[in-house]
């Protein structure tokens, strides 16, 4: 599944992957392969981190962007 998330990445032309969720820009990330990595696969189970679970943190960019370019990523 990883290597979707890759591919879904590289489709981004807007919104860039980021680790990091303290800023005034949009971020996406996997959080079952980076801020939960560690966690065990119970416990991610229980917090409903699955595999194909997205986070993504919205900035203060337009909306309108932020939504076509997600769906230019998705398609």
Do not use: N, W, Y
Request: positive net charge; proline residues 4%.
């Amino acid at each position: 599944m990883k290597v979707v998330f890759i591919k879904f990445f590289k489709f981004l032309e807007f919104l860039k992957p980021a680790l990091s969720l303290g800023g005034l820009k949009t971020t996406v990330c996997d959080p079952a392969t980076t801020s939960h990595q560690k966690v065990s696969p119970e416990v991610k189970k229980r917090l409903g981190i699955t595999v194909g679970l997205m986070r993504l943190s919205v900035g203060i960019e337009d909306a309108e962007d932020l939504i076509e370019d997600l769906s230019q990523a998705l398609r």
